[in-house]
C-alpha cells in the first residue's frame, strides 16, 4: 500500500493549499485518515483526523482554518485551507488504515505518506 502526497510548496499568509494525500495497492477499504506535521527539532503534530462515522478531530492550532475531506469514489483524501499562516510551515504526511477512530487513538496507523513541505511565506 503506498501513501503519495502532493500539493505542497511555497505559499503566501492567507492564500490558499489543498494537500492530497492519494493511495494505491489498497483492496480494502480506508476508513480512518489524517494528516500530521513536523518541523525540525520539534515532535510530530497531528494536525487533523476523520474516521467513517463523521469522527474528526483537528488540533487546536489549526481549527477553524484546516478542513480535512475526502472523495466519496476513491481512497484519496484532503487537507485545506485559505488562510494559512507562517507557523503552519512543516513538513506534512498522510496516514490512512482501515480501522476505526479508537484504533488510531496512539498515532498507530498501518500506513504512511514520505511527506510533502509547505512553506508558507509572510
Do not use: R
Given at each position: 500500500v503506498n501513501l503519495v502526497e502532493s500539493g505542497g510548496g511555497l505559499v503566501q499568509a492567507g492564500g490558499s493549499l489543498r494537500l492530497s494525500c492519494t493511495t494505491s495497492g489498497t483492496f480494502f477499504t480506508i476508513n480512518s485518515m489524517a494528516w500530521y506535521r513536523q518541523v525540525p527539532g520539534k515532535e510530530r503534530e497531528l494536525v487533523a483526523s476523520m474516521s467513517t462515522g463523521d469522527n474528526t478531530y483537528y488540533s487546536d492550532s489549526v481549527k477553524g482554518r484546516f478542513t480535512i475531506s475526502r472523495d466519496g469514489t476513491s481512497n484519496t483524501f484532503f487537507l485545506e485551507t485559505d488562510s494559512p499562516k507562517?507557523?503552519?510551515?512543516?513538513m506534512y504526511y498522510c496516514a490512512a488504515g482501515?480501522?476505526?477512530y479508537s484504533d488510531y487513538v496512539n498515532d498507530n496507523y498501518?500506513?504512511?505518506g514520505q511527506g510533502t513541505q509547505v512553506t508558507v511565506s509572510s
Open positions: 507562517p507557523e503552519d510551515t512543516a482501515p480501522g476505526l498501518d500506513y504512511w
